[in-house]
T-cell receptor, first 117, second 113 residues
Framework: GAVVSQHPSRVICKSGTSVKIECRSLDFQATTMFWYRQFPKQSLMLMATSNEGSKATYEQGVEKDKFLINHASLTLSTLTVTSAHPEDSSFYICSAVDGDGSYNEQFFGPGTRLTVL | EDQVTQSPEALRLQEGESSSLNCSYT??????LFWYRQDPGKGPEFLFTLYSAGEEKEKERLKATLTKKESFLHITAPKPEDSATYLC??????????????FGKGTTLSVSS
């Protein structure tokens, strides 16, 4: 199956700093990537949809200025958590769609554990 | 509002004790229902996609079925390595931006030997 990587796998930062998380599709081109957040024992919650070459579409309640998404190429999307605070601590997971994104399955990255002190 | 509800939240089985996990959904026009396995601290691993009522898919000890309102993941003679959280998700359109998945909270399965 297709492989999606995320970097870093874990990050600890101080409150007020910014953190960038990378999501890469390793063996396919992904026009669309998704960013999810998962709190302990909760389901994955969609934060935003990232499309190559255009602005991301954010879900209701997700701050665009706080969670900056850049999908600069067909294999890379980045999520930057700006001015991070302890409540932003969570497990961030990206997924990528192989193909035109209609009925194709999503391939998930291994996730990034963010801890804000 | 599109919703996905999984039950039970947690399930403990003895090795070899078969059971089923439930995923009920309400969505305006089902595009696809997905089952994933998630191990602690890792991203979801794809298991199955079901598109229409009556469809069934199998993989080793797992079998997924779909009706118009719910899906079941049947686990036959489970082994300890089947212990994980099983996530159900339905596919919803996001206008022209593509599709997104709406996830349930998952069922955490523990299989003891």
């Amino acid at each position: 199956g297709a492989v999606v990587s995320q970097h870093p796998s874990r990050v600890i930062c101080k409150s007020g700093t910014s953190v960038k998380i990378e999501c890469r599709s390793l063996d396919f081109q992904a026009t669309t990537m998704f960013w999810y957040r998962q709190f302990p024992k909760q389901s994955l919650m969609l934060m935003a949809t990232s499309n190559e070459g255009s602005k991301a579409t954010y879900e209701q309640g997700v701050e665009k200025d706080k969670f900056l998404i850049n999908h600069a190429s067909l294999t890379l999307s980045t999520l930057t958590v700006t001015s991070a605070h302890p409540e932003d601590s969570s497990f961030y997971i990206c997924s990528a769609v192989d193909g035109d994104g209609s009925y194709n399955e999503q391939f998930f990255g291994p996730g990034t554990r963010l801890t804000v002190l | 509002e599109d919703q996905v509800t999984q039950s039970p939240e947690a399930l403990r089985l003895q090795e070899g004790e078969s059971s089923s996990l439930n995923c009920s959904y309400t969505v305006s026009g089902l595009r696809g229902l997905f089952w994933y396995r998630q191990d602690p601290g890792k991203g979801p691993e794809f298991l199955f996609t079901l598109y229409s009522a009556g469809e069934e898919k199998e993989k080793e000890r797992l079998k997924a079925t779909l009706t118009k309102k719910e899906s079941f993941l049947h686990i036959t003679a489970p082994k300890p390595e089947d212990s994980a959280t099983y996530l159900c998700a339905v596919q919803a359109w996001l206008n022209q931006a593509g599709t997104a998945l709406i996830f349930g909270k998952g069922t955490t399965l523990s299989v003891s030997s």
